[in-house]
């Protein structure tokens, strides 16, 4: 291991970022974090074609609210910048003719039409087209490996099309050792001659990468497993420019909830989860598309969630803070096995996080929601009102549904409850009951729910007859936290007030 620990982040802007991404750049940030490295985020935006504008921020802004942020990169500590990709564009030309002139790279000047009339010879045969060792040097394909070098330079200087082409080994047993995934081997054969630089001036990722992770001295290379068939072309590559290479670790896919097949947004959308960190809005359809942030997501049970979609402790313990996640991380404990989403566990998750967050946090997230709804309420009496129902919430938008009674007395009344609990007799009992809470004087929790009850057993009745009617007056249903606590908190006038609007409506 390299004394030195540098990982990158390197997302293409081309639209939202997926959860997968997320937790490729959480696992680099977790593994730098504990090795005292360096997290660097570099936007690779050599495809043009699909370049969206507003998405490069939209990852930064993911970060930062994940709270995962990079050391380096676009604008932050460019020590080895610029970190856009579009802005080191003419660089790669260079790198690009080193290889042409060790003869790793070669000119092809073949056009699309020729090459589809390639494949589609080779389909009528029963073949698949692979432009490489056995077919680059027949004559058939036009490159510099069967032209000479004035013809290739009559072709260049006549403004001919071209790309320059990886000359991929013949009959070798490539040798690679993945950090996840142990050791790798592959027949060159196999592999295609990939394209290393476009005809319009730009370079493939391929190189693009490599010649970007060796200036930027990565030591380990933590990306998906869709890149898995690209590492050796770039362990190659590597090799070809006689560059130390740096340790991979290609990442498990994220599954959709059944299990099968790559976690997508259609599978978000059809079974009503988000799949980006952050509410996203297309700027060309106008589609927004839900983020967890705006679903209600803490970001700390976000991470916690993503981080065992294929890593695990070794332990039964589930929860982690950041700091626990760092000291804990290790590559050897991230899965080879795809792993699958559940909807159900990330709520699981952002509920165990609720009951630990301190209740003045919850209170001012929740002041926001009750003045939208034009309700205006003293921090103190909020906080008190948070600790009294947090146990029952999985987000703070469910804290309305549990605690409106609160601030609202009930204008309607659970009517199963009602007609099982509001007998004939309990009017009568509930007057009795005003006058029996108006004579208390001190109106706390544990007096009155102590006078109460006193009160009751000397009425020789069950608790549920005055019970079940004073909640359901009180609250308007079934539910909520202690009985007593609601008394208090809602005071004695507005107690009295709500009994007799339940005498009056029931």
């Not at 930064?60 to 995962?68: N, S, Y």
């Not at 000119?107 to 680059?136: M, P, V």
């Not at 106008?286 to 679903?295: A, I």
């Not at 589930?318 to 991380?329: A, D, H, K, R, T």
Request: aromatic share 12%; proline share 4%; glycine share 6%.
């Amino acid at each position: 291991m390299k004394p030195n620990i540098r990982v990158r982040f390197a997302p293409s802007p081309t639209g939202p970022l997926h959860i997968g991404g997320v937790r490729t750049a959480l696992y680099n940030y977790l593994f730098a974090k504990k090795h005292q490295g360096t997290f660097v985020l570099r936007i690779e935006d050599t495809d043009q074609t699909r370049y969206v504008k507003n998405a490069e921020q939209y990852i930064v802004d993911a970060l930062e609210w994940a709270k995962i942020p990079f050391d380096e990169g676009p604008g932050k500590n460019e020590k080895f910048g610029p970190y856009r990709q579009s802005e080191r564009k003419g660089l790669y030309k260079e790198y690009a003719d080193i290889l042409i002139n060790s003869g790793w790279a070669y000119y092809a000047f073949d056009t699309s039409e020729q090459l589809d009339e390639h494949r589609k010879g080779h389909e009528e045969a029963g073949k698949t087209f692979i432009y490489n060792w056995h077919n680059r040097e027949k004559g058939r394909l036009i490159n510099s490996l069967v032209l000479n070098k004035e013809e290739v330079k009559s072709k260049i200087d006549a403004g001919e099309k071209f790309v320059i082409r990886f000359k991929s080994p013949e009959n070798e047993n490539l040798q690679m050792e993945d950090e996840i995934r142990g050791q790798i081997s592959i027949n060159t054969n196999t592999l295609d001659d990939k394209i290393l630089f476009k005809s319009d001036g730009m370079p493939t990722y391929h190189l693009a990468n490599i010649v970007d992770d060796h200036l930027m001295e990565i030591s380990h290379v933590i990306r998906g497993e869709e890149w898995l068939p690209s590492m050796p072309l770039h362990v190659l590559l590597y090799r070809a420019f006689n560059w130390e290479c740096p340790k991979f670790a290609h990442l498990p896919l994220i599954l959709k909830p059944v299990g099968k097949g790559k976690l997508s947004k259609r599978d978000g959308d059809k079974l009503g989860f988000p799949v980006f960190p952050l509410e996203y809005t297309n700027e060309i359809s106008g589609e927004v598309s839900r983020g967890y942030k705006e679903d209600g997501y803490f970001a700390d049970a976000f991470i916690n969630m993503l981080a065992f979609l294929g890593w695990n402790p070794g332990t039964e313990q589930e929860i982690f803070s950041i700091n626990n996640l760092v000291e804990s991380f290790d590559l050897k404990r991230v899965g080879k096995s795809g792993a699958k989403f559940s909807a159900e566990k990330a709520q699981w998750f952002n509920q165990q996080y609720m009951q630990n967050k301190e209740s003045d946090e919850l209170a001012k997230a929740y002041a926001q929601i009750l003045k939208e709804k034009g309700i205006t309420e003293n921090s103190a009496f909020i906080e008190k009102v948070v600790s009294c129902v947090k146990e029952r919430a999985t987000f703070v938008s469910d804290f309305w549904s549990l605690s409106s009674f609160f601030f609202e007395a009930p204008t309607t009344y659970d009517a199963k409850a009602s007609k099982k609990n509001w007998k004939e007799e309990t009017a009568a009992l509930m007057e009795e009951l005003i006058l029996k809470i108006s004579s208390i004087a001190v109106f706390s929790s544990e007096n009155t729910e102590k006078e109460i009850k006193e009160w009751i057993l000397t009425k020789d009745i069950g608790f549920g007859k005055v019970m079940q009617p004073l909640r359901l007056s009180l609250v308007g249903a079934l539910k909520g936290p202690h009985l007593f606590d609601i008394i208090e908190m809602v005071g004695k006038e507005e107690t009295v007030q709500r009994l007799k609007n339940a005498i009056k409506n029931l």
